[in-house]
Antibody
Framework: EVQLVESGGGLAQAGGSLRLSCAAS????????MSWFRQAPGKGLEWVSE????????HYADSVKGRFTISRDNSKNTLYLQMNSLTDADTAVYFC????????????WGQGTKVTVSS | DIQMTQSPSSLSASVGDRVTITCRAS??????LSWYQQKPGKAPKLLIF???SLQNGVPSRFSGSGSGTEFTLTISNLQPEDFATYYC??????????FGQGTQLEI
């Protein structure tokens, strides 16, 4: 079964850090670019960051640039998001998703992990 | 960045109805437009890619159309499980992969 499972969410202090993980299974993880998205309480979806299949290329939303770092370990089929200097605005459910170039869309999503930043 | 605008923001309908949601892009995006369905507490689910192609396993009552800057998602013969929030997303000029603000479809 094709699956993405996020973990690592929780409560963090403002100014603190968290590291999210996204474990992939059921597909050749190393062949696909991946992204992180987030959804603040009661709000819409926001793209956060993306990484190429090899990990060589990364991009970030302006709202997280310089604070978040996306990475991947293809030997472990795992995607990461290191989040530093957290603020209240980072409180959200974070989703990882697989990019499928043949459809130019995100075809597989994880169930999400909740991050709460407390000031 | 390309801005995506959906209308309406919310919509009330009944089982068996046909509904249409519109998504407008702030600039030309060809057919690089996807539609997602999201139910409360769940992950988004891909319904439509390339403006009008149905994702595997998605019922045929869902259809998409449009190109350029204006797109529509139509749901025919609404079923109880279709009541959810729907998002459009452009993937023509990225990053960022921008979404519309969402359309909440209510009974």
């Amino acid at each position: 079964e094709v699956q993405l499972v996020e973990s690592g969410g929780g409560l963090a202090q403002a100014g603190g850090s968290l590291r999210l993980s996204c474990a992939a299974s059921g597909f050749s993880f190393s062949n696909f670019a991946m992204s992180w998205f987030r959804q603040a309480p009661g709000k819409g979806l926001e793209w956060v960051s993306e990484i190429s299949d090899s990990g060589d290329n990364t991009h970030y939303a302006d709202s997280v640039k310089g604070r978040f770092t996306i990475s991947r370990d293809n030997s472990k089929n795992t995607l990461y998001l290191q989040m530093n200097s957290l603020t209240d605005a980072d409180t959200a459910v974070y989703f990882c998703a697989k990019w499928y170039v043949r459809t130019d869309a995100f075809d597989i999503w994880g169930q999400g992990t909740k991050v709460t930043v407390s000031s | 960045d390309i801005q995506m605008t959906q209308s309406p923001s919310s919509l009330s309908a009944s089982v068996g109805d046909r509904v249409t949601i519109t998504c407008r892009a702030s600039q030309y995006i060809s057919r690089y437009l996807s539609w997602y369905q999201q139910k409360p507490g769940k992950a988004p689910k891909l319904l439509i890619f390339a403006a009008s192609s149905l994702q595997n396993g998605v019922p045929s009552r869902f259809s998409g159309s449009g190109s350029g800057t204006e797109f529509t998602l139509t749901i025919s013969n609404l079923q109880p499980e279709d009541f959810a929030t729907y998002y459009c997303q452009q993937n023509y000029i990225t990053p960022p992969h921008t979404f519309g603000q969402g359309t909440q479809l209510e009974i």
